[in-house]
């Protein structure tokens, strides 16, 4: 499965951006796709997560209430809106996916196993 991430750029405190990802295919079995993020010097760590089996979408309490997950029907795709955006959320953004993550890790970055290139994503004030 290949990942093509798009959507990243510099935007000023208070602004939005839109992530989108799309998978080249859909592999069978739990099919999952997220969106991890890391700033310099940080470890990666989750952002969102949505399962397409049940349209079930979650986030980190870190982004809650200014991120959303959404599904594109129309493709193997994932957008996230990111909205009130403050420096803290300045950090390469990774989309990732997999066929075979239980809900207990939707937010371990280890049981991805597709990832996609990353896109940066920097909140200037």
């Known amino acids: 499965v290949q990942l093509q991430a798009s959507g990243g750029g510099l935007v000023q405190v208070g602004g939005s951006l839109r992530l989108s990802c799309v998978a080249s295919r859909r592999p069978g079995g739990r099919f999952v796709m997220a969106w991890f993020r890391q700033a310099p010097g940080k470890e990666r760590e989750f952002v969102a997560a949505f399962k397409f089996d049940g349209n079930f979408a979650s986030v980190a309490d870190s982004v809650k209430g200014r991120f959303t997950i959404s599904r594109d029907n129309a493709r193997n795709a994932v957008s996230l809106q990111m909205s009130s955006l403050r420096p803290e959320d300045t950090a390469v953004y990774y989309c990732?996916?997999?066929?075979?993550?239980?809900?207990?890790?939707?937010?371990?970055?280890?049981?991805?196993?597709?990832w996609g290139q990353g896109t940066l994503v920097t909140v200037s004030s």
């Open positions: 990732a996916s997999s066929s075979s993550v239980i809900h207990s890790q939707l937010a371990t970055h280890a049981a991805y196993a597709y």
